[in-house]
């Protein structure tokens, strides 16, 4: 039998619809939420991924502003900027798209980000606070991975979660979450021994390794659910995941394709954060400011 096709496009657009809402309510009644990303560079994908935010921003009545710096852009020109952001009041989110240059150190530039506009969710603080269960901001590609799973009401608590990368966007938060719910989870990296071992064993699969066909039929169970967060170019030039597709889905009791999958979601979840941090900024506003309540 057939796996159920869990389709991020279509999950994607209802949320947008609802996003849509909240950003009309925040525009009418205080101010239109804004994201800042900056660019470094011109790496090619990068350059798509920013492109599509931006879209994204404008269907949703987001205001965005996107810096593109050259890629000799200095370390402190690059945290200078950040410091700006992070002090303009109509700026609530900011994003630094990666990778960066190579002789740019990313841990200083991601800890420069004010915590409060940190959409990605990949400040230390923020990290750290994902650990204890107590996240501001949720990472963009898990957290939409978890809102898949939970559209479809695919059972986690008790349930043998097994993920293949151990990245800090995907991976590790992605582990992070599933433990949250009370999933049993077992990371893979490419140090693995045995890996088919491991996701025979597995409920629910996360494929993240960015390696085309990584995962083949034989080594799911049958009627596991397998969610497909890699993204790799073919010679050919089409976009594949890291699933066997059309073998794995005969065998999986669910599965994403790509695209069309995770892809669509992680971008909703960006619009997600930065409404928040609007919202939280308003009701920050509204009670009179942080000095206010500090003092
Ligand atoms: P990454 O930083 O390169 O990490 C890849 C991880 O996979 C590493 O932990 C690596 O292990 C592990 N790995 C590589 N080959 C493996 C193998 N043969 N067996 C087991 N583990 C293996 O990549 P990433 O940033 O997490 O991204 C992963 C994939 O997701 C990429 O294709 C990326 O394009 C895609 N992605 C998609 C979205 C989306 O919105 N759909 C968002 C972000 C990323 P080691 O640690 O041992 O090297």
Known sequence: MSATIISGSLIASKFREELKQRVKILSETWMQPGLAVILAGDNPASCVYVRNKAKTCEELGIRSEIFNFPGDISQKTLLQQIQDLNVNPEIHGILVQLPLP?????????????I?????????????ALVTGH????????????????????????????????????????????????????????????????TRNAD??????GKANLLTSDMIRTGATVI???INRLPDGRLCGDVEFS??????GYITPVPGGVGPMTIVMLMNNTIEAAERAKAV????????SVQ
């Open 285 to 292: 506003a509204l009670a009179g400011g942080w000095h206010s």
């Open 135 to 198: 996240a501001l901001f949720h990472p963009c590609t898990p957290f939409g991975v978890m809102k898949m799973l939970a559209e479809y009401d695919i059972p986690l608590q008790g349930q043998h979660a097994v993920i293949i990368g151990r990245s800090n966007i995907v991976g590790k938060p992605m582990a992070l979450m599933l433990l949250e719910k009370g999933a049993t989870v077992t990371v893979c990296t490419s140090r693995t021994r045995d890996l088919a071992n491991h």
């Open 247 to 252: 073998g794995v889905k005969e065998k999986a």
């Open 228 to 230: 497909d967060v890699g």
């Open 116 to 128: 409060g506009k940190d959409v990605d969710g990949f400040h230390p603080c923020n990290v750290g």
């Open 204 to 209: 629910i699969v996360v494929m993240a390794a």
């Open 102 to 114: 190579g002789h740019i150190r990313i841990d200083e530039v991601i800890a420069a980000i004010a």
